[in-house]
């Protein structure tokens, strides 16, 4: 009740004369009052500034040192893109081109004659299939003969010279009692520069 009564008869104007209690009482409270004010009028604003730049330092320190690594990994890239380069090159060099597909069909051919086989269909078909860069051809191949005759064939025509694939291969028994192999087997062939331009302008048109 005192107390109260001595608040009432504090004089702002006079605050030098206060008694010390309730003078540290206020600057306690002038003290805290600045604080606040401070931190939401400029350490607010200040400190979220600093939290956006401890996070840009993070991404930089990242970045650099991803970017470290990579010009520490750069000879072994570069070593590397060398020898993807020479597997590429070397298999495009089993591709043959236009002159070589009629010598490359009759190759496959004499593979199956050649280990005994019967043909009973050999067709090409009619139209190639064009890709970013090759063009592959797919041949109905049907052959007759014994296990180990076909498994040599399927042997020879792995070991050609030039790239052909045997797929969707189905083997029977057939009437006679031999084996019938049905397959498609795959030639391709690069495309020269002016069929990889026509190719190039019928995929910008399609699109």
Partial sequence: MNLLIELRQLDINNAGNWPVAFKVSALIILFIAIIIAGYFLVWEEQIEALKNAQAQEETLRTTYLAKKKSAVNLSALRQRMKDVKQSLNTLFKQ?????????????????????????ELFKPAANE??????????????????????????????????????????????????????????????LDEEEVAKAGGRQTGGK
């Fill in 129 to 190: 299939i064009n890709n970013a860069f090759y063009a592959e051809l797919p041949i109905s191949v049907r052959v007759v003969g014994s296990y180990h005759d076909i498994g040599a064939f399927a042997s020879d025509i792995a070991q050609l010279p030039r790239i052909v694939t045997l797929n969707n291969i189905s083997i029977t028994l057939g009437n006679d009692g031999k084996l019938v192999l049905d397959a498609i087997a795959k030639t391709f062939r690069y």
């Fill in 95 to 119: 591709l043959p081109d236009k002159s070589e597909m009629e010598a490359l069909l009759v190759d496959i051919n004499q593979a199956g004659l050649g280990r005994g086989l019967q043909f």
